[in-house]
């Protein structure tokens, strides 16, 4: 194998390893998108097309050069006149040319398969930061919003009991008002007992001096009655 071939081989061993290691259950997206990010490969990443179309572009170039010796060394003379050891080396290139073909063809195909890999890689690791933030703007809304609910019930709370308590208060003042009014009605009806009774003691005094007045008034009669008949 020339030393051409040997670096392409080497560049698809490369690739194999690549792709295994992309392929791994074990790393997380979010490494692979940090490393995908670093200094070093963010700088290659500025110039990543070019680089990726350079390799396509020398990689194909190389499976149309194995195409053209696989077709060269096919359509060779297979007559009995040809010597078996040239018939050997046309079977030897044969083979080389068809290993060339499949290094390479393998190569162009792994290219395709890393570039798609990555891009996947981070496709999947953007959508998981972007569920992870939607779920922690939902958790913290959640978060708000029962704070504010809570807020709201402690402040109907807060307003119930100030009603409450301005009923209460208005109650006691009502019932202060109604206790007052019921001890002046009772010191009403004391008053208009006690004068009841000065005016029943009152009449009772008057009618024993109209009796006394009435029994002098007859005794006085009685007496002038019989010094008139003396007379």
Do not use: C
Not at 29 to 41: A, D, E, G, Q, T
Not at 75 to 101: K, Y
Request: proline share 1%; charged share 25%.
């Amino acid at each position: 194998m020339s030393l051409v071939w040997t670096l392409i081989a080497g560049f698809l061993y490369t690739e194999i390893v690549v792709v295994l290691l992309l392929v791994l259950p074990g790393i997380s997206p979010y490494k692979w998108n940090r490393f995908f990010k670093s200094k070093f490969l963010a700088m290659l990443a500025q110039q990543a097309h070019l680089y990726f179309f350079l390799i396509m572009g020398v990689l194909v170039l190389f499976l149309l050069e194995a195409i053209r010796e696989m077709r060269k060394y096919s359509n060779t003379d297979n007559s009995g006149e040809v010597h078996l050891n040239v018939e050997m080396q046309h079977s030897m290139r044969l083979f080389r040319a068809q290993r060339n073909f499949y290094i390479s063809g393998f190569a162009i195909f792994l290219v395709l398969v890393i570039r798609k890999l990555v891009q996947l890689i981070s496709a999947q690791a953007n959508l998981l930061a972007q569920s992870e933030a939607s779920m922690k703007q939902a958790q913290s809304a959640t978060a708000a919003a029962r704070s504010l609910l809570t807020e709201k019930t402690d402040k109907a709370k807060e307003a119930t009991e100030d009603s409450t308590l301005n009923e209460l208060n208005k109650l006691k003042e009502r019932v202060q008002e109604l206790t007052s009014e019921l001890n002046r009605e009772k010191k009403d009806k004391e008053a208009v007992k006690s004068q009841a009774e000065s005016l029943n003691r009152e009449y009772d005094r008057l009618t024993e001096e109209y009796s006394k007045l009435q029994k002098q008034i007859t005794i006085g009669g009685g007496a002038k009655g019989a010094s008139i008949k003396h007379d």
